[in-house]
């Protein structure tokens, strides 16, 4: 009896180890012959799933994990294949790494045949989910071009118009960018919340990508000149110190914040406190709906978008099918339905306002397209023709880390504890320590 | 005869498991990690000493460790000051502090908020144009410009370090408490009959005999000290700006693994500091000890 007994304790307890292993859900498939299990960074995919689950009579089972987790987690069980998902999604930053690898099913075989798509599809959209050999390993319904939102009430009382075409002839250089933060300035406005805003601006008409195909770091004219706008922004006070992402930056889209200015400025202004408005926004397409739109109470209405002085863009979604799925049909109807279904993408795209990269829906919604947020402009159209100017060459695998180290070296030097020169070889250096691989330029 | 059978084991076996699964395997695979290039895809390649001998010239490794040295001493220091000064009122036989148990969950709070909800807290209240304290100097007129208290090297370790001093000084309140009431009564009692004051009671009796307790609060604290990982991701967003002040060893090993995707590099900072927590627990474990056998 006592031998009976320990015994089905112990396997008892072996048995709960061993499941506490396995406890990510169904691997790959097999188990469930109707569930399709799909991972993403983003709970963008929820409202598709439950119109997918309705036309094909499936569960799928969709797993969020946080993007900052999303590689770490993904890659361990892509490499090994337990508990892989059928579908998993790519972001901008790792999409390069990741075409590469054998993960996604190589959608330009049959039957997928996904080649043929190529002139449905806004090019460098295309081009991002294709490999070094030119096998499409992902697809996005997205585009996701940048722009810059303005408040049209401060437009129209400093500027003297509000209108987008006006106010992007007048962003449409650097000079003309600072030109207008002069300007409102003087009428106790800021520019931009913070200098990282003209990053995207600083490439100008000579975008390179920070890795050549030498594996050597390209440093030019260009990119180094956002030291000095940003320097110049923050000199010129032309920001209001609200950095990205800040509870300082959320707060200044609603109205005016608080701004402690230090007693020297306070002097000149005879108030015991100041407050400070911030003009515009550097925010690509889902800026409008993930931070404007869900931050925004009083000014909602009040906004617009235009051009800056070059085009960019800023982040994406691709969609892919796990090479080791046994469900690739199912899943290749989920990836179909997502990325070109006339009918589903154009209900999806007039309920959210995502500004599709599938040109068969794009042309038929985008004249008749406007956003109430927007005081009832076609924001539809303005970035479809920005997306056309995107070059998909200048993305690299390193963008996101090296981006970082770059906007950290600016910073110092607007903050004054580097020189330009310390803080570029200081670039260098952590560029360096991070890739040893890379060749820097000789300082 | 006696009877022997096997049925203990059989016992310990589902920790065995746990244990070896867990703990054991991926300490010895980091180990052979750390002699590998490895990016996270494909296999391994194998590189000798490469990693180590990185290690050992890597100057933001050393920064790395001047740092995280830097804000546990801070951290440390208030750490245990505060709490050696609550528990020393609070085990007072003449001062008869009442609220104990109030005031050690008071104390204990911090401790249980997320450090995710801790480094939010605290980057609104430290932020520079933004930030309540900076608006509160101002308005008492102590300073008259905004500090950029995380974007200064020296205020953003003393920051970090005094967070975390206010999130742990309840957790060592409440051992040295522990500590305090293990000891007999009758030393105090004694002491006062021989005349004792305050400080002598507190130096001749308390501070002595609370002296292992003490040792396990330092070893504990330095080793989870040299750890230090959370705050300054959260507060710099993984950069470990500004200058790399808050750049921590664990931070940095972070960043080599999840961020550049040099695992193997990373491996090899684990064992560097893994070595590193080893030498200085044997060299604050030497020294007090020594102290107690000389005052022995």
């Given at each position: 009896?006592?031998?009976?007994l320990s015994?089905?304790?112990?396997s008892?307890?072996?048995f709960?180890?061993?499941?506490g292993?396995?406890?990510e859900?169904?691997?790959?498939?097999?188990?469930?012959?109707?569930?399709l299990?799909?991972?993403?960074?983003?709970?963008?995919?929820?409202?598709?799933i439950e119109?997918?689950?309705?036309?094909h009579g499936v569960?799928?089972e969709?797993?969020?994990?946080?993007?900052?987790?999303?590689?770490?987690?993904l890659?361990?069980?892509?490499?090994?294949?337990?508990?892989?998902p059928?579908?998993?999604t790519g972001?901008?930053?790792?999409?390069?790494?990741?075409?590469?690898?054998?993960?996604?099913?190589?959608?330009?075989?049959e039957?997928?045949?996904?080649?043929?798509?190529?002139?449905?599809?806004?090019?460098?959209?295309?081009?991002?989910?294709?490999?070094?050999?030119?096998?499409?390993?992902?697809?996005?319904?997205?585009?996701?071009?940048?722009?810059?939102?303005?408040?049209?009430?401060?437009?129209?009382?400093?500027?003297?118009?509000?209108?987008?075409?006006?106010i992007?002839?007048?962003?449409?250089?650097?000079d003309?960018?600072?030109?207008?933060g002069?300007?409102?300035?003087?009428a106790?406005?800021?520019?931009?919340?913070?200098?990282?805003?003209?990053?995207?601006f600083s490439q100008?008409?000579?975008?390179?990508?920070?890795?050549?195909?030498?594996?050597?770091?390209?440093?030019t004219?260009?990119?180094?000149?956002?030291?000095?706008?940003?320097?110049?922004?923050?000199?010129?006070?032309?920001?209001?110190?609200?950095?990205?992402?800040?509870?300082?930056?959320?707060?200044?889209?609603?109205?005016k914040i608080?701004?402690?200015?230090?007693?020297?400025?306070?002097?000149e202004?005879?108030?015991?406190?100041?407050?400070?408005?911030?003009?515009?926004?550097?925010?690509p397409t889902?800026?409008?709906?993930?931070?404007?739109k869900?931050?925004?109470?009083?000014?909602?209405g009040?906004?617009?978008?235009?051009?800056?002085?070059?085009?960019?863009?800023?982040g994406?979604?691709?969609?892919?099918?796990?090479?080791?799925?046994?469900?690739?049909?199912?899943?290749?109807?989920?990836?179909?339905?997502?990325?070109?279904?006339e009918?589903?993408?154009?209900?999806?795209?007039?309920?959210t306002g995502?500004?599709?990269?599938y040109?068969?829906?794009?042309?038929?919604?985008?004249?008749?397209?406007?956003?109430?947020?927007?005081?009832?402009?076609?924001?539809y159209?303005?970035f479809?023709?920005?997306?056309?100017?995107?070059?998909?060459n200048?993305?690299?695998?390193?963008?996101q880390?090296?981006?970082?180290?770059?906007?950290?070296?600016?910073?110092?030097?607007?903050?004054g504890?580097?020189?330009?020169?310390?803080?570029i070889?200081?670039f260098?250096?952590l560029?360096?320590?991070?890739y040893p691989?890379?060749?820097?330029?000789?300082? | 005869?006696?009877?022997l059978?096997?049925?203990?084991?059989?016992?310990?076996?589902?920790?065995?498991?746990?244990?070896v699964?867990?703990?054991?395997?991926?300490?010895l695979?980091?180990?052979?990690?750390?002699?590998?290039?490895?990016?996270?895809?494909?296999?391994?390649?194998?590189?000798?000493?490469?990693?180590?001998?990185?290690?050992?010239?890597?100057?933001?490794?050393?920064?790395?460790?001047?740092?995280?040295?830097?804000?546990?001493?801070i951290?440390?220091?208030?750490?245990?000051?505060?709490a050696?000064?609550l528990?020393?009122?609070?085990?007072?036989?003449?001062?008869k502090?009442?609220?104990?148990?109030?005031f050690?969950?008071?104390f204990?709070?911090p401790n249980?908020?997320?450090?995710?909800?801790?480094?939010?807290?605290f980057s609104?209240?430290l932020?520079?144009?933004?930030?309540?304290?900076?608006?509160?100097?101002?308005?008492?007129?102590?300073i008259?410009?905004?500090?950029?208290?995380?974007?200064?090297p020296?205020?953003?370790?003393?920051?970090?370090?005094?967070?975390?001093?206010?999130m742990?000084?309840?957790?060592t309140?409440?051992i040295?408490?522990?500590?305090?009431s293990?000891?007999s009564?009758?030393y105090?009692?004694?002491?006062l009959?021989?005349?004792?004051?305050?400080?002598?009671?507190?130096?001749?009796v308390t501070?002595?005999?609370?002296?292992?307790?003490?040792?396990y609060?330092?070893?504990?604290?330095?080793?989870?000290?040299?750890?230090?990982?959370?705050?300054p991701?959260?507060?710099?967003?993984?950069t470990?700006?500004?200058q790399?002040?808050?750049?921590?060893?664990?931070?940095?090993?972070?960043?080599?693994?999840?961020?550049?995707?040099n695992?193997?590099?990373?491996?090899?900072?684990?064992?560097?500091?893994f070595?590193?927590t080893?030498?200085f627990?044997?060299?604050?474990?030497?020294s007090?000890?020594?102290?107690?056998?000389k005052?022995?």
């Amino acid at each position: 009896m006592k031998k009976v007994l320990s015994l089905s304790l112990v396997s008892l307890l072996g048995f709960g180890v061993l499941a506490g292993c396995n406890g990510e859900g169904s691997d790959g498939g097999g188990s469930d012959k109707d569930t399709l299990t799909i991972w993403s960074f983003t709970d963008e995919l929820e409202e598709p799933i439950e119109v997918f689950k309705e036309r094909h009579g499936v569960e799928v089972e969709l797993t969020i994990i946080p993007i900052e987790d999303y590689p770490t987690r993904l890659r361990p069980v892509l490499q090994s294949g337990q508990g892989a998902p059928d579908v998993f999604t790519g972001e901008l930053a790792f999409i390069k790494d990741w075409v590469e690898q054998d993960y996604w099913e190589d959608l330009s075989q049959e039957p997928y045949n996904a080649d043929e798509l190529e002139g449905d599809y806004i090019d460098y959209v295309f081009d991002m989910g294709k490999d070094s050999e030119g096998s499409v390993k992902a697809l996005s319904w997205q585009t996701t071009p940048g722009g810059i939102f303005y408040r049209r009430s401060i437009a129209e009382k400093v500027l003297g118009t509000d209108d987008p075409e006006e106010i992007g002839e007048r962003f449409s250089t650097m000079d003309g960018l600072f030109e207008v933060g002069e300007e409102l300035k003087d009428a106790g406005y800021r520019l931009f919340p913070d200098e990282g805003a003209v990053r995207w601006f600083s490439q100008g008409q000579n975008p390179q990508p920070w890795v050549n195909e030498n594996n050597e770091l390209v440093v030019t004219e260009e990119r180094l000149s956002h030291f000095d706008y940003a320097k110049e922004l923050r000199d010129k006070d032309l920001t209001a110190f609200a950095p990205e992402w800040s509870p300082a930056w959320f707060a200044s889209m609603d109205g005016k914040i608080n701004y402690n200015a230090g007693w020297d400025e306070l002097e000149e202004d005879a108030e015991g406190e100041k407050e400070v408005e911030v003009f515009s926004y550097a925010l690509p397409t889902w800026g409008l709906h993930s931070v404007l739109k869900t931050n925004v109470e009083e000014t909602a209405g009040d906004w617009a978008v235009t051009n800056g002085p070059n085009p960019y863009f800023w982040g994406g979604t691709w969609l892919g099918i796990y090479s080791g799925s046994d469900k690739k049909e199912l899943a290749w109807d989920f990836v179909k339905m997502m990325t070109h279904d006339e009918e589903f993408l154009k209900d999806w795209a007039l309920e959210t306002g995502d500004v599709l990269s599938y040109l068969p829906v794009t042309e038929q919604i985008k004249d008749e397209f406007q956003d109430e947020f927007l005081g009832g402009q076609n924001n539809y159209k303005f970035f479809l023709e920005e997306a056309q100017k995107i070059d998909a060459n200048t993305v690299t695998r390193y963008d996101q880390q090296i981006d970082t180290l770059f906007g950290n070296s600016v910073g110092e030097y607007v903050e004054g504890v580097r020189t330009k020169e310390e803080a570029i070889e200081e670039f260098y250096n952590l560029v360096r320590n991070a890739y040893p691989d890379i060749k820097v330029p000789k300082q | 005869m006696k009877k022997l059978d096997n049925y203990g084991y059989m016992f310990i076996i589902p920790f065995f498991i746990v244990f070896v699964t867990f703990t054991i395997y991926p300490i010895l695979l980091t180990f052979y990690y750390s002699f590998t290039s490895y990016s996270g895809m494909g296999d391994p390649e194998f590189t000798g000493l490469a990693n180590y001998t990185r290690l050992l010239t890597d100057s933001y490794f050393y920064s790395a460790l001047y740092n995280t040295l830097y804000i546990w001493g801070i951290n440390f220091f208030f750490q245990l000051g505060i709490a050696l000064l609550l528990a020393i009122l609070f085990s007072d036989i003449r001062l008869k502090m009442r609220g104990l148990n109030i005031f050690r969950a008071l104390f204990y709070l911090p401790n249980l908020i997320t450090i995710a909800s801790v480094a939010l807290l605290f980057s609104i209240l430290l932020g520079w144009h933004h930030g309540t304290i900076n608006h509160l100097l101002l308005d008492l007129g102590i300073i008259s410009s905004p500090i950029d208290w995380l974007n200064d090297p020296t205020t953003a370790r003393w920051s970090v370090g005094l967070i975390g001093a206010w999130m742990w000084f309840g957790h060592t309140f409440i051992i040295l408490m522990a500590g305090i009431s293990g000891i007999s009564k009758d030393y105090f009692e004694a002491a006062l009959i021989d005349g004792a004051n305050r400080w002598q009671t507190l130096v001749k009796v308390t501070l002595p005999l609370l002296k292992p307790i003490m040792l396990y609060v330092l070893i504990t604290s330095l080793i989870g000290g040299l750890q230090i990982f959370d705050l300054p991701m959260l507060i710099t967003d993984g950069t470990g700006a500004p200058q790399g002040s808050l750049n921590t060893i664990v931070l940095y090993l972070y960043n080599q693994a999840f961020r550049y995707d040099n695992y193997g590099y990373a491996a090899a900072i684990a064992y560097g500091l893994f070595v590193i927590t080893v030498i200085f627990s044997i060299i604050t474990f030497k020294s007090m000890y020594r102290n107690n056998v000389k005052e022995g």
